[in-house]
């Protein structure tokens, strides 16, 4: 029997009507016979309205209080989704970062997993239960809560995936897959169909805040497949994996208000770009402080604060055909 991994983030399970969107993605893939096991995140803009409400009572609360205030979060979400699935009729049982055996080392609110327990897991999945776990939090060896970071759930994911050797990971949001470049910078990005884990990773340190970073390594080092997908309509998502395309340009990045990076295994042959790039930067009058170029990325850090209209200029040149 297969096991299918599918995370949700905060968007998809914003409130009742899109909880039950979520079930019946759910129900579609269980139906077919593969165990299920589901990551969600907290509900909507939970997480920033209890920071926030952290710091009206207090300038520097402690990390160790803000991990259990945040947990809740997704903690709300998994109970009311195992709640919906069982009177929709489906077998569902909701457990926490630490009823999943999610162990991690003691750093407070930017934790690393460093064992996942699966016997829980594994003995409701026999009972043909859903499992649905929280995101973003495990246990430490004090039997503290800790929390990964902001986006931390997918994370959890693909941790788990590595965990249960899953056969795919889907990390359902509210877009439907990685982009050319950030669809509020640019007119017309195009989606991706594949990506290699390498260049996702890029991506990620450049800034693009489409996956959280550490779930990348994870999925690369035991190879779990990432299909990012929207949960609001059946397009065809992104692929991230250890396939790779030569010579493709992946997506132009622009980070801060003056680093563009351009992603793509093989770029530091494409002599043709690189001189388009060039030139685009000359004939806007702009100063460079560095210009790198190696296997799998240009960056281009700038002495002044650059328009996006260089941007665009960039990501037409990187992404033409
Ligand atoms: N709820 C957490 C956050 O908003 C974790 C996540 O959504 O992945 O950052
Ligand atoms: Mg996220």
Same mark, same amino acid.
């Given at each position: 029997?297969?096991?299918?991994?599918?995370?949700?983030?905060?968007?998809?399970?914003?409130?009742?009507?899109?909880?039950?969107?979520?079930?019946?993605?759910?129900?579609?893939?269980?139906?077919?016979?593969?165990?299920?096991?589901?990551?969600?995140?907290?509900?909507?803009?939970?997480?920033?309205?209890?920071?926030?409400?952290?710091?009206?009572?207090?300038?520097?609360?402690?990390?160790?209080?803000?991990?259990?205030?945040?947990?809740?979060? !997704?903690?709300?979400?998994?109970?009311?989704?195992?709640?919906?699935?069982?009177?929709?009729? %489906?077998?569902?049982?909701?457990?926490?970062?630490?009823?999943?055996?999610? %162990?991690?080392?003691?750093?407070?609110?930017?934790?690393? +997993?460093?064992?996942?327990?699966?016997?829980?897991?594994?003995?409701?999945?026999?009972?043909?239960?859903?499992?649905?776990?929280?995101?973003?939090?495990?246990?430490?060896?004090?039997?503290?809560?800790?929390?990964?970071?902001?986006?931390?759930?997918?994370?959890?994911?693909?941790?788990?995936?590595?965990?249960?050797?899953?056969?795919?990971? %889907?990390?359902?949001?509210?877009?439907?897959?990685?982009?050319?470049?950030?669809?509020?910078?640019? !007119?017309?990005?195009?989606?991706?169909?594949?990506?290699? %884990?390498?260049?996702?990773?890029?991506?990620?340190?450049?800034?693009?805040?489409?996956?959280?970073?550490?779930?990348?390594?994870?999925?690369?080092?035991?190879?779990?497949?990432?299909?990012?997908?929207?949960?609001?309509?059946?397009?065809?998502?992104?692929?991230?994996?250890?396939?790779?395309?030569?010579?493709? +340009?992946?997506?132009?990045?622009?980070?801060?208000?003056?680093?563009?990076?351009?992603?793509?295994?093989?770029?530091?042959?494409?002599? !043709?770009?690189?001189?388009? +790039?060039?030139?685009?930067?000359?004939?806007?009058?702009?100063?460079?402080?560095?210009?790198?170029?190696?296997?799998?990325?240009?960056?281009?850090?700038?002495?002044?604060?650059?328009?996006?209209?260089?941007?665009? !200029? +960039?990501?037409?040149?990187?992404?033409?055909?």
């Amino acid at each position: 029997m297969n096991t299918i991994v599918l995370k949700f983030g905060g968007s998809s399970v914003a409130n009742n009507e899109k909880l039950n969107i979520v079930a019946n993605k759910i129900i579609e893939q269980y139906d077919k016979g593969n165990n299920i096991v589901v990551i969600v995140s907290a509900q909507g803009k939970t997480t920033d309205k209890l920071l926030e409400e952290a710091y009206t009572l207090s300038k520097t609360p402690e990390n160790r209080e803000l991990d259990v205030l945040l947990s809740t979060g !997704e903690q709300i979400t998994i109970a009311k989704l195992s709640i919906l699935l069982k009177e929709l009729g %489906y077998n569902a049982i909701s457990l926490t970062g630490w009823q999943a055996g999610i %162990y991690t080392n003691n750093t407070n609110q930017n934790a690393i +997993i460093q064992n996942i327990d699966t016997k829980r897991i594994t003995d409701e999945l026999k009972k043909r239960k859903i499992v649905i776990i929280a995101g973003f939090q495990g246990y430490n060896k004090n039997l503290d809560i800790t929390t990964f970071g902001r986006g931390g759930s997918d994370t959890t994911a693909v941790a788990i995936a590595a965990a249960l050797k899953a056969t795919n990971c %889907y990390i359902y949001s509210d877009v439907d897959g990685i982009y050319t470049a950030d669809p509020n910078k640019i !007119e017309d990005p195009k989606k991706l169909n594949s990506l290699s %884990y390498k260049e996702m990773l890029e991506l990620s340190s450049e800034g693009a805040k489409v996956l959280h970073g550490r779930c990348v390594e994870i999925a690369e080092k035991y190879k779990i497949p990432i299909i990012t997908k929207s949960t609001f309509n059946d397009k065809a998502g992104t692929v991230i994996s250890d396939a790779i395309e030569e010579n493709t +340009i992946k997506s132009v990045v622009k980070k801060d208000i003056s680093r563009i990076s351009i992603v793509g295994i093989g770029i530091i042959r494409n002599i !043709e770009l690189i001189q388009k +790039i060039l030139d685009i930067i000359n004939q806007n009058k702009q100063e460079l402080l560095e210009f790198n170029v190696t296997e799998s990325k240009i960056s281009i850090n700038f002495k002044n604060v650059i328009p996006d209209q260089i941007l665009e !200029e +960039i990501h037409s040149v990187a992404t033409e055909k």
